[in-house]
Nanobody
Framework: QVQLVESGGGLVQPGGSLRLSCACS???????????MGWYRQAPGKQRELVAAITSSGSTKYADSVTGRFAISRDNAKNMVYLQMNSLKPEDTAVYYCHTDVYYFYSDYSADHWGLGTQVTVSS
């Protein structure tokens, strides 16, 4: 049982800022480790794309289109991941999905899990 819940989406004007949050809760009988968490987005008529990701060790990666404007961070103790979005552009309008890659030690098994998404609209 894995649940990802996003929050913080909404309407913002171009040049504005928004902070997304994702809470990850896992109810498993096996030991597990969250290998990585991140954010993807999907705009109408476009494919889902990686926006930003962060590993448990703190390594990060960003899409070229958001580098320098967005920043991903995490709180491992709370199983939270955040996406600070600055200098927002209309092109950033999309549904943003939280994602996590979980490793289950007992079964030596990894799985992807997704949230339901939160809408971000950048418009004047």
């Amino acid at each position: 049982q894995v649940q990802l819940v996003e929050s913080g989406g909404g309407l913002v004007q171009p040049g504005g800022s928004l902070r997304l949050s994702c809470a990850c809760s896992i109810n498993s009988g096996s030991m597990f480790s969250i290998k990585a968490m991140g954010w993807y987005r999907q705009a109408p008529g476009k494919q889902r794309e990686l926006v930003a990701a962060i590993t448990s060790s703190g390594s990060t990666k960003y899409a070229d289109s958001v580098t320098g404007r967005f920043a991903i961070s995490r709180d491992n103790a709370k199983n939270m991941v955040y996406l600070q979005m600055n200098s927002l552009k209309p092109e950033d309008t999309a549904v943003y999905y939280c994602h996590t890659d979980v490793y289950y030690f007992y079964s030596d098994y990894s799985a992807d899990h997704w949230g339901l998404g939160t809408q971000v609209t950048v418009s004047s």
